[in-house]
């Protein structure tokens, strides 16, 4: 109890993250605020549900702009389970979906069926479920057959269920949610968006909802991100009727505003045009945590590997009990440095003729990316959730949404390209009021990239390396100051010399070889203002080998890298060319 009074009290002086008020003051029904307190814990209302909670229940459509970890999830499931529950007639699964969320990665999906699981459990009769890609469809088909009241899914598997599952009973669907809507549209899922709302009747006149409806009510829609851009306003213009905006609270801007009307250029439709004008301009500032403190590590590329490793280890032995997330750009760079991670083996300080080595990091290691199996996926997120101290290698499929409990710190190994995906990578942690640390690593020819979060209100101080580095011992060496670059110091030179003979293995070498291609893949496919930033053609790739620990080198037109080369235009091509730094949808 005192616990908790001292972090809510913390977290108001943190940044204003819980309201005064409870959560039946903002219209929710006792029986359901009497779940939030006891199957999730919650005493009360953060600010944004505060805010967002009595708007949703009155019907209007609403987007959401609150920073990461301030509590959106139950912000729209709240106001969605209080109208099903008091429905009356009783609803029933034969009356199939009412409620549809849309997610973009399927960690998500099970993530926020979980919470509708807690929510819903004094609520028998409005039933939860899911689909997602990776999932046996025909197990979903007779599960939506059956009726799933409140339906969470990944836009592919939705579309695909609309077209080809014809039990799949719609007409009373009266919600539909975009969670992390800017990210769905930037994976490409623009179309399927456009597709489903049509199938859906629900484009903006589409005013009866579709199919006729035993019930009456009218469509809302609603969505919600922590960085709301212009691609959300075409998804807006789309989706949303008359809706209100809904942030945290800022001196600069109310806290519900009205969407401004666009200007008359724009104006050639007879009913008025929505834009995101609080967040609409590239230029804006991003509301990150105030409790995270952000530093960045300058970095020669040739030293990446062997400081990512010594930061690693100094996190790792400064805390008995320390969550760490580490940021991939690609699938391959987590396979390799998920082996190198956990088998390799380094004794700097032991005598001459010792042969006791120890593993070089002794903590539980995870990774998570989009070409795993789906049963390893899940079982990855499912445990890193539950574990205490725990690193975990993560492409972006771990940016968006995902709440892993107690994370300490984020390193972004490879750089996040835009800065909506800085915000989202670091609101892994530093969750609702909670204390945490990220770390960005730049080499020095990219470091104009903090000018470019600078932009957006977002501020980096410089990581203490060498004193880290110093820190570390090294058998009958002291470190003297005698090196002019990082890459030339004592513990990195002795530690890159092992990392090099531990990759020269032939079960680990092919993998530093594909990691190493797709990384320079990745590298050369940022777009727009980035590519100013991350200049492939300023690489050294002799460099960018060191930091795979490759002694050499591999070729860039060989079988590997040509290979995915020719992937990557496949998959541009199928979705007509997307104007994005990704290249497939499996990050
Ligand atoms: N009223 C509340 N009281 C206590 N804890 C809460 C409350 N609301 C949410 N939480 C907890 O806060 C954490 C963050 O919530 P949630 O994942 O919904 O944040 P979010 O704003 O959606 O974040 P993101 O933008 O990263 O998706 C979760 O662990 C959730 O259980």
Do not use: W
């Given at each position: 109890m005192v616990a908790a009074k001292k972090k809510s009290a913390k977290a108001a002086e943190d940044g204003d993250i819980f309201s005064a008020s409870t959560f039946s003051s903002l219209g929710l029904h006792s029986n359901l605020c009497d779940q939030l307190q006891e199957r999730l814990g919650f005493k009360g209302p953060t600010l944004v549900q505060a805010q967002a909670i009595p708007v949703i229940l009155s019907g209007r459509h609403v987007l959401v702009n609150a920073a990461t970890g301030t509590g959106k999830t139950v912000a729209y499931l709240a106001p969605v389970v209080h109208h099903l529950s008091l429905q009356q007639p009783r609803i029933q699964r034969s009356d199939g979906t009412f409620a549809l969320v849309l997610v973009p990665t399927r960690e998500l999906c099970l993530q926020v069926h979980e919470i509708l699981h807690k929510l819903l459990h004094r609520f028998h009769w409005i039933v939860p479920g899911y689909v997602m890609g990776g999932e046996k469809r025909e197990k979903e088909k007779a599960r939506l057959r059956k009726g799933i009241s409140i339906l969470v899914a990944t836009p592919g598997r939705l579309l695909d269920h609309l077209k080809h599952t014809s039990s799949f009973s719609h007409t009373n669907l009266r919600w539909i949610i975009f969670d992390e809507a800017d990210r769905i549209l930037e994976l490409g899922f623009g179309k399927e968006i456009e597709e489903i709302l049509d199938l859906l009747g629900s484009r903006k006149h589409a005013k009866d909802g579709g199919a006729s409806s035993k019930f009456e009510f009218q469509r809302q829609?609603?969505?919600?991100?922590?960085?709301?851009?212009?691609?959300?306003?075409?998804?807006?213009?789309?989706?949303?009727?008359?809706?209100?905006?809904?942030?945290?609270?800022?001196?600069?801007?109310?806290?519900?505003?009205?969407?401004?009307?666009?200007?008359?250029?724009?104006?050639?439709?007879?009913?008025?045009?929505?834009?995101?004008?609080?967040?609409?301009?590239?230029?804006?500032?991003?509301?990150?945590?105030?409790?995270?403190?952000?530093?960045?590590?300058?970095?020669?590329?040739?030293?990446?590997?062997?400081?990512?490793?010594?930061?690693?280890?100094?996190l790792f032995e400064r805390e008995t009990s320390e969550k760490i997330v580490l940021f991939f750009s690609t699938c391959d760079a987590v396979d390799f440095h998920y082996s190198l991670l956990s088998e390799f083996q380094f004794k700097p300080n032991s005598g001459p003729g010792s042969e006791l080595k120890q593993k070089f990091l002794r903590c539980?290691?995870?990774?998570?990316?989009?070409?795993?199996?789906?049963?390893?996926?899940?079982?990855?997120?499912?445990?890193?959730?539950?574990?205490?101290?725990?690193?975990?290698?993560?492409?972006?499929?771990?940016?968006?949404g995902l709440d892993f409990p107690k994370v300490r710190c984020i390193i972004q190994y490879d750089s996040p390209g835009e800065a909506t995906e800085y915000v989202h990578r670091v609101g892994r942690t530093a969750r609702l009021g909670e204390r945490g640390d990220s770390i960005l690593f730049l080499q020095p020819i990219e470091i104009d990239y903090l000018k470019e979060l600078e932009k957006h209100g977002v501020s980096l101080v410089e990581y203490p390396l060498l004193k880290v580095l110093d820190s570390f011992p090294l058998y009958g060496q002291q470190h003297v100051r005698k090196f002019v670059s990082i890459d030339a110091h004592p513990w990195v030179l002795a530690l890159q010399k092992a990392l090099e003979a531990f990759t020269d293995q032939p079960n680990i070498k092919p993998l530093a070889k594909n990691a190493f291609c797709s990384w320079v893949r990745a590298y050369t496919a940022h777009r727009g203002e980035l590519k100013r930033i991350f200049v492939a053609k300023k690489l050294h790739l002799g460099h960018v080998a060191k930091s795979f620990a490759l002694k050499e080198q591999p070729s860039l037109v060989g079988g590997s890298f040509h290979k995915q080369a020719q992937k990557r235009k496949r998959d541009e091509r199928q979705k007509g060319g997307m104007k994005k730094r990704k290249f497939n949808r499996k990050t």
């Open positions: 829609n609603l969505l919600l991100s922590a960085t709301l851009n212009e691609k959300v306003n075409h998804l807006a213009k789309m989706s949303l009727e008359k809706p209100v905006l809904i942030g945290m609270p800022d001196k600069k801007m109310p806290s519900i505003t009205k969407f401004e009307p666009l200007g008359s250029s724009d104006s050639d439709t007879e009913e008025p045009q929505y834009s995101v004008k609080a967040t609409g301009s590239t230029n804006e500032d991003y509301k990150l945590p105030a409790q995270l403190t952000q530093r960045y590590v300058k970095v020669p590329c040739n030293a990446r590997l062997a400081v990512l490793l010594s930061i690693l280890k100094h539980k290691t995870f990774r998570l990316h989009g070409n795993m199996e789906q049963v390893d996926r899940r079982t990855t997120f499912e445990t890193f959730k539950t574990e205490k101290s725990a690193l975990l290698l993560s492409t972006d499929v771990s940016a968006r």
